[in-house]
């Protein structure tokens, strides 16, 4: 079955760029979709498509996709950005998420 | 919106089904999934059902034990789970889907289903 590796945790200092990475097997022929998930509520997508920002994004959430990574890249991290993403494919006939990477905002 | 009801606590080897309520869109124009997550713990697809029913599919480990079902005319989505297991202790959400290429768009706030003696 398909694979999405992700790292565990990410740091970024309030203002600069976190990247956050989703490693598959030749995930840049797949379209990949990243959710953001805070505490205590439902994940919400924040790029889908491997770079589209649905209604309400800021535009300071941007992704990309090829060869065997997916990064999803948040310019001037807010605190409000701390929480869990989760890169996601469809593999013929399941969909596969990644395990999840916390994101920290000191 | 899509509110899940129907989870709570129930003996392993158990039974539970929920149901999901949409409202604010046509449910019958959408694929829609069930996705879980155990506490603490990453999220896991479950079940997808397509917007007619004609094509269905189930994650490995629910495979035989939970059927997903819809009722487009409620507008209604549904789990049937059967032979539950304590590793299906979970919060259990709803979720609208655009396409296996744009992804999983709408999600409800979910239902815990616990699994315990």
């Known amino acids: 079955s398909y694979e999405l590796t992700q790292a565990v945790s990410v740091s970024v200092a309030l203002g600069q760029t976190a990247k956050i990475t989703c490693d598959g097997n030749?995930?840049?022929?797949?379209?990949v979709h990243w959710y953001q998930q805070k505490p205590g509520q439902a994940p919400e997508v924040v790029i889908n498509?491997?770079?589209n920002r649905p209604s309400g994004i800021p535009e300071r959430f941007s992704g990309s996709n090829s060869g065997n990574t997916a990064t999803l890249t948040i310019s001037r991290a807010q605190a409000g950005d701390e929480a869990d993403y989760y890169c996601?494919?469809?593999?013929?006939?399941?969909?596969?998420f990644g395990g999840g990477t916390r994101l920290t905002v000191l | 919106q899509l509110v899940e009801s129907g989870g709570g606590l129930v003996q392993p080897g158990g039974s539970l089904r929920l149901s999901c309520a949409a409202s604010?869109?046509?449910?019958?124009?959408?694929?829609m999934n069930w996705v879980r997550q155990a506490p603490g713990k990453g999220l896991e697809w479950v079940a997808f059902?397509?917007?007619?029913?004609?094509?269905?599919h189930y994650g490995d480990s629910v495979k035989g034990r939970f059927t997903i079902s819809r009722d487009n005319a409620q507008n209604s989505l549904y789990l049937q789970m059967n032979n539950l297991r304590a590793e299906d202790t979970a919060v259990y959400y709803c979720?609208?889907?655009?396409?296996?290429?744009?992804?999983?768009?709408?999600w409800g706030p979910g239902t815990l289903v616990t699994i315990s003696s």
């Open positions: 059902i397509s917007s007619q029913s004609r094509t269905i």
């Open positions: 498509t491997d770079k």
């Open positions: 996601q494919v469809w593999d013929g006939s399941n969909w596969v």
């Open positions: 979720v609208r889907e655009l396409g296996i290429a744009e992804g999983l768009d709408f």
């Open positions: 030749n995930i840049g022929r797949k379209n």
């Open positions: 604010g869109f046509v449910l019958e124009m959408y694929s």
